[in-house]
């Protein structure tokens, strides 16, 4: 299992920008897909990217193409969220995970989850 630690969220008014932040413990880094979840106040916990363990391949929720995306740097055991032109329902706690399974789009292919993150967009 891998341990991950999210940071990079904060406060920010609407059509700001964010870089969100997920450390990986372990040197299996590049086995796992890498996924980013969010969960909005009093909400379901919904997918927002994932990455293949190579970076080839990404996949974004519909919701947010044009303004999130995800990346990885497997030398560095990371993997990134760049959020550009925020908007206030985008307020929710983020997560990153790591999947061993397909597809990537839903939390039960997901093995191991960070604490979270705190993005809180104002208007």
């Known amino acids: 299992q891998v341990q991950l630690v999210e940071s990079g969220g904060g406060l920010v008014q609407a059509g700001g920008s964010l870089r969100l932040s997920c450390a990986a413990s372990?040197?299996?880094?590049?086995?796992?897909?890498m996924g980013w979840f969010r969960q909005p106040p009093g909400k379901e916990r919904e997918f927002v990217a994932a990455i293949s363990g190579s970076g080839g391949s990404t996949y974004l929720a519909d919701s947010v193409k044009g303004r999130f995306t995800i990346s990885r740097d497997n030398d560095k055991n990371t993997v990134l969220l760049q959020i550009i032109s925020l908007k206030p329902e985008d307020t929710a706690v983020y997560y990153c995970a790591a999947a061993f399974r397909v597809p990537y789009t839903i939390s039960q292919s997901y093995d191991s989850w960070g604490q979270g993150t705190q993005v809180t967009v104002s208007s």
């Open positions: 372990g040197r299996t880094f590049r086995r796992y897909a």
